[in-house]
């Protein structure tokens, strides 16, 4: 029962370039969502959020778009950096009094990016 | 100086025992969580405590058992240990119960033989 899913196990990008990062969610409930990075023996770290009335939030290098009518989100990272490569993990909450924090997760996209 | 620490990171142990793992947060967050991530790489939330008071409880077994003496730590202990409980466990805090954004300790891998 994947409420959150990360189809692509793996990406490689050569640095410079963007980096396209894609989550599927099933549950209509859900309506924060997360972006978290994870370096090997370290653990996940905030990146950027998302809250269900928005299409797109913008931090620096990363960007997430939201598509509620398709259940779809990504996170672009543009220019992509050596140092961007980690796993990346999308998460999402039902949110409302004290949910937010019970994430629901994907199971991972490790992204290299290549000098 | 660590914002979430665990201990231990490593646990080996056999099936039947009983342990615990320790998570203490300097951030002064009100909110904590333990995590399991399982062989699968999905993070699942287990418990969550908000100044104290326990406010998240999924269908975990009753042999774990989360204890959080203060709003700075949280504690998770497991009876009876079986091989499924091999993990890595991640304990996280946050600024309180109205956000996503928590901040996550190195984890602590367990290995029930």
């Known amino acids: 029962d994947q409420q959150v899913k990360q189809n692509s196990p793996s990406l490689s990008v050569q640095e410079g370039r963007i980096s396209i990062l894609n989550c599927d969610y099933t549950n209509s409930m859900f309506d924060y969502f997360l972006w978290y990075k994870k370096y090997p023996a370290e653990g996940p770290t905030f990146l950027i959020s998302i809250s269900s009335i928005k299409d797109k939030n913008e931090d620096g290098r990363f960007t997430v778009f939201l598509n509620k009518s398709a259940k779809h989100l990504s996170l672009h990272i543009v220019p992509s950096q050596p140092g961007d490569s980690a796993v990346y993990f999308c998460a999402a909450s039902e949110g409302g009094g004290t949910s937010y924090g019970k994430l629901t997760f994907g199971q991972g996209t490790i992204l290299t990016v290549h000098p | 100086d660590t914002a979430v620490s665990q201990t231990p990171k490593y646990l080996v142990t056999q099936m039947g025992n009983d342990k615990s793992i320790k998570c203490e947060q300097n951030l002064g967050h009100d909110t904590m969580y333990w995590y399991k991530q399982d062989s699968k790489k999905f993070l699942k939330i287990m418990f969550s405590y908000n100044n104290k008071e326990l406010i998240i409880n999924e269908t975990v077994p009753n042999r774990f058992s989360p204890k959080s003496p203060d709003k700075a730590h949280l504690n998770l202990h497991i009876n009876s240990l079986e091989l499924g409980d091999s993990a890595v466990y991640f304990c996280?805090?946050?600024?309180?119960?109205?956000?996503?954004?928590?901040?996550f300790g190195e984890g602590s891998r367990l290995t029930v033989l």
């Open positions: 996280a805090s946050s600024l309180t119960a109205n956000t996503g954004e928590l901040f």
